[in-house]
């Protein structure tokens, strides 16, 4: 290997003599270059090819130390030997001060070992260089790591910390060098915080790696915890004698709580944070061990929230989420702390009674629970009204697991709500027969629209003072191949949970408009054929638009299409309500507000709603005769209809003396069996052709052949 040696001197017998005994010299092959001015041999110092220079600091342009400072400048990792200094032992041993590798005098320029020390200089100049390169590369990597390392000497005595050692422990390093790792870095057992040896010191006696025990947290200097965990090692010599050790170790507290957090999100609800189904189950298990010894028994409640969907599909899922929030805060104010309540996800939620006696306990939260959900909910300024319904199930006589008794109270809940919603049932043997009934009417459903099996009837609404057909309301029905022609109240419900309510209604709709517009054409006029829309399509962004796109395809004049929604419906969010009605009365169709004074009081809101009729709903009709305060209630509802300009019609007319009460009231409209039963479009083009209009008296008009009756006056 080459060495490339710059000799900088103004002395050309000096030059001469050295570029002589280095082109003779046996060990190493030296390219000698000269230059007689320093700023000649700073240009030359530009490249890196440099290994060696001999310098006179004598020089025509620079003298002094000052040259050695100009040639560092330029090549501080350069061997540098100071030539010709030997008259003057002051400036020699200041060039060593300042970094020279050494000085040549005169005398010697001309020995042969001249070469093989310079040689020898420029391979330990190269050593340290390398040394240098690899120290900096340890430096940066520890400094660049996450984890704190600490070295010491044998003593124990710190040697070296990394920036993240500083961190971690408070401590700088230019403090703590030479200081027990022991006064630095103070470790303690997390439960007792008694003081902990430092595995350092363990390292130190046996010579072998040790780990810190499970549970150590670092004291900071500043009096702050925090847990760490990782292992020490000794550090050997060349003769594998160990002089000293090091100790790695990392802040785990983050991970501690994200295992924490992680565990707890495995057994509870994002959204709510109560226990979720896993946790639920296993709630269950230990209830039913200890109520086992016991002889006691424990209650499940089964919750799923009436009209729920409608409000998330409407408003949004923020808005969902926050009422399921508040849901959650108000079940855990109806229970026990003995008592667990869960989510299981979605809008359904159960609830452990552990210790239940004689399901008296599994009754008073229900009821609580019913009455704490009827009050409104503030979500987001909306006024939101959600109603529950509950299925219970007791342990033993109603299942020996947590999935069998979780199962039968999901069948009661769904009891409870084909019984109306918002109320509670107990399970039933008897029910896991219309459970098997409900799970093969759903898979029916999906393909009953496909093969066209659903029909409409209509049921005439008959003007109580005239006796004419004032319009008739388009009634479902679902003519199975297999088991017949089925009402809605055995599959609406289930339409509804399994997401089929949309597309069904929006057949009824265009069915019905289809129809009406049929009968005009054939001169049949019918005043207004009324099709119920339930809360889910009434909350569907599209509905409005739907609508006025049906009544565009087929023609219907709008105010001939009257759309009847549930007074719980419009309730559950006024606001809401009341706005996509006013989109509705833009369209020009007619709006009922259906089932009126069965549900939540809109009294207040009444005025307010653009609604063009009240349908009373048929339990205060039916209840004519059997209760006077029924009847006061429906005589106020007629008098209040009046003064707000609101035609009102009574559902469920059923009995004579009922339609008398009616008409006493000058109640405008009137709908039941007792005036004429849902019939099929042809009996009813029929019955708008041949039905007699000018008579007063009451006089029925049978059909054996049709099933309807049709009361004339």
Sequence with gaps: MVNHVLIITSNNTDAMLLKEVFSQAKSGSFDIEWVTRLSEGLERLHTDDVDAI?????????????????????????????????????????????????????????????????????????????????????????????????????????????IAAEGMTGWQREEVIGHPIST????????????????????????????????????????????IEDSAAPIHDVNEKIVGAVIVFHDITLAQAMVAKMAHLAQHDSLTNLPNRVLLHDRITQAIALAKRRGTQLALLFLDLDNFKHINDSLGHVVGDKLLQSVARRLCTCVRTSDTVSRLGGDEFVILVAQDRHAHDAVLIAEKILVALAMSHS??????????????????????????????????????????????????????VRAVERHAIETHLRDALQRQEFVLHYQPKVNLESGMIAGAEALLRWRHPAWGMMLPDRFVLIAEDCGLIVPLGR???????????????????????????????????????????????????????????????????????????????NVGVLLAMDNFGAGSSSLNYLPQLPI???KLAPSFVQNIGRSNEDGIIISSVIAMGARLKKRVIAGGVEKQEQLAFLKRQHCEEGQGYFLCRPIVPEQLARLLVTRPCNELKYQGINSASSGYRLIQY
Excluded at 74 to 94: C, F, K, N, R
């Design 54 to 162: 001999l310098v006179d600091l004598s020089l025509s342009d620079s003298q002094g130390i000052a040259t050695l400072d100009r040639l560092f400048a330029i090549a501080p990792q350069t061997a540098i030997l100071v030539l010709g200094v030997e008259d003057s032992a002051l400036l020699a041993t200041e060039a060593l001060e300042r970094g020279a590798q050494g000085y040549l005098p005169r005398e010697y320029f001309n020995n042969k070992l001249v070469p093989q020390s310079l040689n020898n200089t420029i391979e330990r100049k190269k050593i340290e260089a390398a040394l240098f390169i690899e120290r900096n590369r340890a430096e940066i990597t520890l400094n660049s790591i996450s984890d704190a390392v600490i070295c010491t000497d044998i003593s124990s005595n710190i040697t070296y910390m990394n």
């Design 184 to 227: 630095v870095m103070r470790i303690a057992n997390s439960k007792t915080r008694e003081p902990v040896i430092n595995p350092i010191e363990w390292v130190l006696q046996r010579d072998e790696v040790m780990g810190l025990t499970a549970g150590t947290i670092l004291i900071r200097r500043d009096g702050g915890e925090a847990a």
């Design 379 to 432: 979500i987001d300024e909306h006024d939101l009204h959600v109603t529950t319904s509950i299925g219970i199930s007791i342990y033993p006589a109603d299942g020996q697991d947590a999935e069998t008794l979780i199962k039968n109270a999901d069948i009661a809940m769904y009891h409870a709500k084909e019984k109306g919603r918002n109320n509670y049932r107990f399970f039933k043997d008897e029910m896991n």
């Design 507 to 585: 057949w009824v709709l265009r069915e019905a408009c289809v129809q009406a517009k049929r009968w005009e054409e054939a001169g049949q006029k019918l005043g207004s054929v009324a099709i119920n829309i339930s809360a889910v399509e009434f909350r569907c962004k599209d509905f409005v638009d739907n609508v006025q796109a049906i009544l565009d395809e087929t023609g219907l004049e709008p105010s001939c299409l009257q759309l009847d929604i549930a007074e719980s419906v419009l309730m559950c969010d006024i606001e809401s309500s009341i706005t996509i009605l006013r989109q509705l009365k």
């Design 612 to 614: 063009d009729i009240l």
